[in-house]
């Protein structure tokens, strides 16, 4: 393969990978990206796609019609499943052949349970639109269940659901459910009293959100207790059984029958981070992440970048950059720049973090400043629909979400996918 | 089982079920409903979540939700696996035993393939949400293909499409098709233009759409015709293989290679019907309905109703009423009133019959007056907007709609399901 067919590959359409393309577009630099799948999935709404309050549409934009406009763009619904390194190629499941001046690696990461894979049939994570709607089916199938359900044991068992993981995406888990048992299902059953279920969230260390400041980590837990979850601090799960979840914590250990376990509580890299390490000869840290340096490429190999999740990138500091989508977006831009000649090192501008529980209140910590309650979540709100990619979306989640608020009403609670269909 | 608890029991959540519900309810007629899922489908509008225009939770509302506000409403999902008449009693997957004093079967129909079910495999239906889904993906997923496919035959064979049967959902099908090749994607591909993909419509009978007047069929096919879609009509299909359809017509024999089949062309009444027809003695016509009087129940079982597609019933003149959605939703209002005590026979009063092609046209047929085009789509995106049942659904349609319409976008082009989550 000649030089002239070389372009820019990025691997992966998330929040690295589209930002990166958007940026090389504006340099009219051209690129090829590549993903598994056809759409650009929007992480941060995920948990509202499993409590249903918004449906997979409305949180994913069609790749091609995000890059659309973009000139010199090239995308292909393919996985990557070899990587010549001497070659500065990529080997395609359809079995075409890539070559590429630079290599963005941008393939993210999925739910991972800290080496005890038994733990993952009686869980579900959620880092995936499939794991999304399976979550939806465990939820309010067990409410449905429990309609049925003549013995009272049994019903409080259908009835107790565990979060496990205090990271943004366990409050938030934790606080729709919540909501969702007090409010929205309130007059659905004849059987029970909704308002009855438990909600538990279990964290390991000794306050909730802990990558926030302290005050913020108290208004989150309080606002879970208005929402009746029962918050665990300094709790480890021990065991996830059918039916059972086991905890230990500085009082011992305690077992809790609980139909429904959701988790929150750890990612790890994706699959294809071993590729690329094996291929250049890579350092991982023990999340399985590709250590990179202060450009973002990997060590000897000044073409190859890894961004987001899977990257294993510092600060000046020397402190590891969270899992968050701003960190991904200016990696994305930042190696674009790269490739087009910047000499600077790549630099994190932290703009904030923030976590929404229930209904209408979050907490957010913009650094200049600190919020919690309502105020939290109008800014949460505004974030959240002004960065959906895809005009529709914007305007699709604010009728829905505008359509719960103010009726309680969740818009997509349809179980699918069980029973099959026949 | 004393006769206090005895109720009218309703199987099936479709339109059938859920007006005989809402009339039950007006009477302060108690009532339990049983439904496998836990939402109503808006069947109508299926045809655009297989090609993308809207989500899965835009056409479907959760049962619970629609008879919320209905006194002496009861809901169970759950799925009747036995029928004891003598009992008057019906037995449930999860074990419960319902006692009615009326029973209303309202179950539907599913796709049938007369008796070549080898064919499934090739070829997709559309009756539920998951074949909606499985239809956009095969969608979709031939268009991704074609952009990696190196040679120029395997690629028009990935870029031909042939929709079988011409009745309303076959023409919506190959109408959308056509509409998504021609505009929705034309940007989107570099290896192709996806306006030379062949869409292919078969109907094995002289017009298209033949329960309509012979104009609008006419009209109809003109419309189509303009989208380029290719109409092939008294051909019948004789074969299904892997990316090959047979065809067979005064002309002999055909075979076309094409990647994607889509099936409009029959439904079959749903297993349950068995079931209810060995309970009950009931005869069965040719596709499996359950033949009915002119009240609409079993013949020497006065207080056992069949309603919507299920049923086989007749007209004052003999003539099969159609599986229409306004057919089961009347009938399960005159259920209801014959529960309450009418003396009268069941009379369908027909409103007209509806067919929409690509983004702006229709065929429409009110019976005093005849209508196509745009006039004709503007009737039936109002029908089908008002009769949506739950509020919600109603505005996000109108939303992707309006905005669909002035960008000929497609707001759910997402394949999920396939690769795996992993």
Not at 83 to 96: C, D, I
Request: contains cysteine.
């Amino acid at each position: 393969m000649t030089d002239q067919h070389r372009t820019v590959v990025i691997v992966g359409g998330g929040f690295g990978g589209l930002y990166a393309a958007k940026a090389l577009a504006s340099f009219k630099i051209p690129f090829t990206l590549v993903d598994r799948r056809n759409f650009h999935l929007f992480q941060p709404l995920l948990y509202q796609v499993a409590t249903g309050s918004l449906s997979p549409g409305d949180i994913t934009a069609p790749i091609r019609s995000v890059v659309h406009g973009f000139s010199g763009a090239h995308v292909l619904q393919d996985e990557v499943i070899d990587v010549r390194a001497a070659a500065r190629e990529v080997v395609l499941q359809s079995g075409a052949v890539l070559a590429y001046t630079h290599l963005i690696v941008a393939t993210g990461s999925r739910t991972s349970y800290f080496g005890h894979d038994e733990w993952k049939e009686q869980s579900c994570g959620l880092k995936s639109i499939e794991e999304a709607l399976t979550m939806r089916q465990r939820i309010l199938g067990a409410f449905e269940r429990a309609e049925k359900e003549t013995d009272a044991t049994q019903r409080d068992k259908l009835l107790t659901f565990v979060v496990v993981g205090g990271g943004p995406t366990g409050v938030e888990l934790a606080g729709a459910v919540g909501e969702m048992s007090r409010s929205t299902l309130k007059h659905d059953f004849r059987n029970f009293d909704p308002a009855r279920a438990r909600v538990i969230l279990i964290e390991a260390v000794e306050r909730l959100l802990p990558t926030f400041p302290p005050a913020l980590s108290h208004s989150a837990r309080r606002a879970l207790e208005e929402l009746g979850v029962e918050v665990r601090l300094e709790t480890r799960v021990t065991g996830i059984e059918r039916g059972r979840i086991t905890l230990a914590s500085a009082r011992g250990e305690e077992s809790i029958e609980a139909e429904t376990v959701l988790w929150g509580a750890g990612v790890t890299s994706s699959p294809f981070g071993e590729k690329i390490a094996t291929a250049f000869g890579a350092e991982r840290d023990r999340g399985g992440r590709i250590v990179v340096g202060a450009d973002l490429s990997i060590s000897g190999h000044p073409d190859v970048f890894v961004i987001g999740d899977l990257a294993h990138a510092t600060d000046a500091t020397g402190r590891l950059m969270p899992g968050l989508a701003p960190v991904a977006i200016q990696q994305g831009q930042y190696v674009a720049r790269r490739i087009r000649g910047t000499a600077r090192p790549f630099r994190y501008r932290n703009k904030g973090e923030l976590a929404v529980i229930g209904r209408n209140r979050a907490v957010c910590d913009l650094g200049w400043i600190r919020l919690s309650g309502f105020p939290a979540w109008v800014i949460w709100a505004f974030v959240h629909i002004m960065n959906l990619i895809g005009f529709d979306n914007k305007l699709l989640v604010m009728v829905q979400w505008g359509f719960n608020y103010v009726t309680r009403k969740r818009g997509a609670r349809l179980i699918t996918f069980e029973p099959g269909p026949d």
